[in-house]
T-cell receptor, first 114, second 109 residues
Framework: DTGVSQDPRHKITKRGQNVTFRCDPI?????LYWYRQTLGQGPEFLTY????????KSRLLSDRFSAERPKGSFSTLEIQRTEQGDSAMYLC????????????FGPGTRLTVT | TQLLEQSPQFLSIQEGENLTVYCNSS?????LQWYRQEPGEGPVLLVT?????EVKKLKRLTFQFGDARKDSSLHITAAQPGDTGLYLC?????????FGPGTRLSVLP
């Protein structure tokens, strides 16, 4: 299976700890998106990469959040000093360089901050 | 700020019934996508509509993009239990997307 993968699938952490999530996109896709989804809501845009360049970051994203895509392949999303309000599903999606920006989502990482 | 609304929020129907769900905005989008999401999984793309007035069919699912590219509908014919899930619409502006809150569909056997 060459779909989008995310690791870990689940993460439980205590408030104040740092966490890092990884996303491996479909190999030929140059666009990569991070979203956050809370219960009963649709995915909320966090940030977008084209190759290794981070082209857009949501204004809703606090300074505690940072994302990287160093070689234009996999990406990491780090949350520093986690808060209970950070509990959510974090979704990664990739999109090919041509076509209609179709997004292919990974299974997500569910974060629980206690 | 681009916002998408979806209606109804919840829908529970019997197997074999037809249904339509709606996605509305005051903003114009370059294209609009529909996804289905199951619990604990990421959304799965169903269709992309690009042109105002466009209609696309995917087996028992019919998708329509409004003439002004501000709204869309999804019609399911003869719903089956396998259609159960969260249906999300997403509008593209530039290279980014905004998602609606979804319609949670339950098809009872």
């Amino acid at each position: 299976d060459t779909g989008v993968s995310q690791d870990p699938r689940h993460k439980i952490t205590k408030r104040g700890q740092n966490v890092t999530f990884r996303c491996d996109p479909i190999s030929e896709h140059n666009r990569l998106y991070w979203y956050r989804q809370t219960l009963g809501q649709g995915p909320e845009f966090l940030t977008y990469f084209q190759n290794e360049a981070q082209l857009e970051k949501s204004r809703l994203l606090s300074d505690r959040f940072s994302a990287e895509r160093p070689k234009g392949s996999f990406s990491t999303l780090e949350i520093q000093r986690t808060e209970q309000g950070d509990s959510a599903m974090y979704l990664c999606a990739s999109s090919p360089r041509t076509g209609g920006y179709e997004q292919y989502f990974g299974p997500g990482t569910r974060l629980t901050v206690t | 700020t681009q916002l998408l609304e979806q209606s109804p929020q919840f829908l529970s129907i019997q197997e074999g019934e037809n249904l339509t769900v709606y996605c509305n905005s005051s903003s114009v989008f370059s294209s609009l996508q529909w996804y289905r999401q199951e619990p604990g999984e990421g959304p799965v793309l169903l269709v992309t509509v690009v042109t105002g007035g466009e209609v696309k069919k995917l087996k028992r699912l019919t998708f329509q993009f409004g003439d002004a590219r501000k709204d869309s509908s999804l019609h399911i014919t003869a719903a089956q239990p396998g259609d159960t899930g969260l249906y999300l619409c997403a509008g593209r502006y530039g290279q980014n997307f905004v998602f609606g809150p979804g319609t949670r569909l339950s098809v009872l056997p």
